[in-house]
């Protein structure tokens, strides 16, 4: 399949790694020209290296999308270097593991912050200059914690919810104007973000209890595994392609059947 990305211009956020980062590695493969934003700036130098040495074009950027402003400089940053931006993939997001009674106000803010508000600023940045070039194609990422529910995610699953809601109603404003705008909501998926979470369970469960967790986590997946980085990434690819222009405001769940709705 021709995906029609080449020498087309993607920025993903948080993608100095895990799912960013393998969608990185498959624009890549397309000939995509690539920006990976993350606020670790030297991770997104490194992971810009290692794709660099693959014979792509891409530059790294350090940036945090809580603030508007570095934002706006992002922007600028990829477009001076690699052109007008076509496709967006804001896949940046913090996590927290704690019941909604165990929270405070300030965690709330923080996961908030960066999950919903930083998804608000970088589409509020990025789709002008799409929307006047009458094309492009934003792809968000949410997680299936935010329609089932998760107990020990509330906040965060909370704030996802709010990202399928504002890609839904974004997408309605700008589809006229050739730009598309989708949701990826991946099941549990093995990378740093999760493997950090789970060696914290790990660590206050004891090796016997966590080990029931595995199994019994294992059981809600009817393929019988978790995801690995590149089952989201494909989609990811397909809902930012030139042939997904009728694909707007919708949620696709990658989950291995974890959920069916
Ligand atoms: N891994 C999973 O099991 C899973 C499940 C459901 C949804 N998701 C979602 O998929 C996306 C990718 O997850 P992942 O597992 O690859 O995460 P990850 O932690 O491996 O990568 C996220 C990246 O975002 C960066 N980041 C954090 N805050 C930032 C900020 N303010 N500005 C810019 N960059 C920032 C981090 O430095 C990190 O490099 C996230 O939106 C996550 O919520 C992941």
Redesign the pocket.
């Known amino acids: 399949m021709d995906y029609g990305l080449r020498e087309r211009v993607v920025l993903i956020?948080?993608g100095?790694?895990?799912?960013?980062f393998e969608a990185a590695r498959l624009f890549a493969a397309e000939g995509a020209k690539l920006a990976l934003?993350?606020?670790?700036g030297a991770?997104a130098d490194a992971a810009a290296r290692r794709l660099i040495d693959l014979g792509a074009k891409v530059i790294g950027i350090g940036?945090?999308?809580?603030s508007g402003a570095q934002c706006a400089e992002m922007l600028a940053r990829v477009e001076d270097a690699l052109g007008p931006l076509s496709v967006v993939v804001n896949?940046?997001?913090?996590?927290d593991d704690k019941t909604f009674l165990e929270s405070s106000p300030a965690d709330w803010k923080r996961i908030v912050n960066?999950?919903l508000y930083?998804a608000m600023n970088v589409l509020h940045t990025t789709l002008p200059g799409m929307v006047e070039r009458k094309f492009g194609r934003v792809v968000c990422?949410?997680?299936?914690?935010a329609k089932l529910g998760q107990a020990r995610l509330s906040y965060y699953a909370a704030a996802?919810a709010g990202v399928i809601a504002l890609v839904k109603s974004v997408a309605q404003e700008v589809g006229g104007a050739g730009v598309t705008l989708n949701v990826v909501?991946?099941?549990?998926?093995n990378?740093?973000?999760?493997q950090e979470r789970e060696a914290g369970l790990r660590a206050s469960m004891g090796e016997e209890k966590y080990a029931r967790r595995v199994n019994s986590v294992l059981k809600m997946y009817p393929t019988g595994r978790i995801?690995e980085?590149n089952d989201?990434a494909n989609a990811i690819l397909f809902l930012s392609s030139a042939s997904a222009g009728w694909v707007t405001g919708q949620v696709l769940s990658v989950n291995g059947g974890f959920t069916m709705t």
């Not at 100095?16 to 960013?20: D, E, N, S, T, V």
């Not at 909501?185 to 998926?189: I, L, R």
């Not at 990378?191 to 999760?194: A, N, P, W």
């Open positions: 956020t948080g100095a790694r895990g799912i960013g934003a993350d606020i670790n991770a940036a945090d999308i809580t896949s940046a997001a913090v996590l960066v999950c930083g990422m949410a997680s299936d914690s996802k909501s991946p099941g549990a998926t990378t740093e973000l999760r995801g980085p989201i």
